[in-house]
């Protein structure tokens, strides 16, 4: 019946690829093949010392960080990370997280990460929302890859995520002593892949990742959807 009525409503309203709107063929899901195939991926995964941890370098203390895509104005993964942020449609970005887990497995880059963490949202937030976006990459990459999730450890405690207009140095401001623990054992002696939707100024990551480090021996790896950098 289920199956049924799916066939009928993809009758009237055919899913499209969420880049060049194309209807999406048998088998094809959120992206077709072809616009999968030009998404501008990084592989940093694969580079150490690779721009993005030229980025953070000197700012926090980390193993490895990588983004699976380049976000460019205009481009594909900005389609992508609008749907994914707007558009209601957490199923996205769990096929985004098993695409990103795919690509990552079985390289140097999630050895001996003990534990995905997302970067959380203020509970308000998450309620307009519905989800947390990263939550949804997380179980994405965890379906591929077997690493579990905590998403209940780091918690965001105030809520500044109105700050499009503020300049880079007060949304830096803004986000110190954002985040806590709620146990500041969880994180202890772990090795934490800290997971984030978008980077760009590499704040939030940043206040994130200094929260975590108070966790005795943990130590931080970065993962994001798409980089801005
Ligand atoms: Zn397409």
């Not at 093949?33 to 694969?46: G, S």
């Amino acid at each position: 019946m289920r199956k049924l009525l799916h066939n009928f409503l993809n009758l009237f309203f055919p899913p499209l690829c969420i880049v060049c709107h194309s209807r999406l063929a048998e088998g094809e899901e959120h992206i077709c093949t072809e616009c999968l195939l030009l998404l501008p991926k990084t592989n940093f995964h694969l580079q150490e010392d690779n721009r993005i941890e030229q980025f953070f370098a000197g700012r926090i203390p980390f193993g490895r960080v990588s983004a699976y895509a380049y976000f460019v104005k205009g481009g594909s993964m900005q389609s992508v990370v609008h749907e994914l942020k707007y558009r209601y449609n957490p199923q996205l970005g769990r096929y985004l997280g098993r695409l990103c887990g795919e690509n990552i497995k079985g390289s140097d880059f999630v050895r001996g990460i003990d534990l995905l963490v997302p970067v959380p949202l203020h509970p308000k937030r998450e309620r307009q929302r519905g989800y947390n976006q990263s939550m949804e990459i997380c179980k994405g990459i965890s379906a591929v890859t077997g690493i579990p999730i905590d998403d209940t450890t780091l918690r965001r405690v105030v809520n500044n995520q109105s700050q499009t207009k503020n300049s880079r140095f007060d949304r830096w401001k803004n986000v110190e002593d954002i985040f806590s623990l709620a146990d500041a054992e969880a994180f202890a002696g772990k090795h934490i892949l800290l997971v984030d939707d978008v980077i760009t100024t590499g704040s939030t990551i940043e206040s994130c990742a200094k929260e975590i480090l108070k966790s005795a021996d943990s130590r931080i790896s970065i993962y994001a959807l798409a980089t801005a950098n």
